[in-house]
């Protein structure tokens, strides 16, 4: 019990890392609409639009992220649920385009050709998400915004209606 006690106040006692939020230019969030519009469209369910709600919470949870030099979802800390589904990426800063970020969630779709069902046990889940997220079908709504520090870049992306429902399907 004790050696809990000291780890908890040594973590915060550490310093969180300086961070700084890049917000999104017009081009940036073109690029997240096509991206996801163009998943969306191969799958048969209507495009989503951006939501200037969502990026401005996708924007504090960046720079938290960004502070904390750690990726977790939102919620995992024990945050009051939003209602908003989460898509994350942590990449060596200026080293990623957004697309490029974007790229590496579209990319798990051929993990989800090859299961071709929402598996409960969290392997699929794991596998495929971030996928998933982007092309469910009762989504209509995006948001994303990067935080970053000395290290690293955050990109995170919120969604309303949230997506990776288990027991349904995503299209």
């Not at 495009?47 to 200037?52: C, E, L």
């Not at 469910?136 to 915004?145: F, I, L, S, Y």
């Amino acid at each position: 019990m004790r050696s809990g006690f000291v780890l908890a106040v040594l973590v915060a006692a550490l310093p969180s890392a300086p961070a700084f939020s890049m917000g999104m230019t017009l081009g940036e969030r073109a690029t997240v609409l096509a991206a996801h519009n163009s998943e969306r469209a191969a799958v048969g369910v209507g495009p989503i639009q951006w939501s200037a709600k969502l990026a401005a919470d996708a924007e504090r949870w960046a720079v938290h992220l960004a502070r904390i030099n750690t990726m977790i979802h939102y919620g995992s800390m024990g945050e009051p649920d939003n209602g908003e589904g989460e898509n994350l990426f942590m990449g060596t800063a200026s080293a990623y385009r957004v697309d490029q970020m974007i790229g590496y969630w579209s990319d798990e779709k051929r993990v989800f050709r090859r299961v071709r069902r929402w598996d409960q046990n969290g392997r699929t889940f794991e596998a495929v998400g971030h996928y998933t997220q982007m092309v469910w079908r009762d989504t209509r709504e995006v948001g994303c915004a990067i935080a970053s520090n000395s290290q690293y870049d955050f990109l995170v992306c919120r969604y309303a209606r949230p997506g990776n429902v288990l027991g349904s399907r995503p299209f």
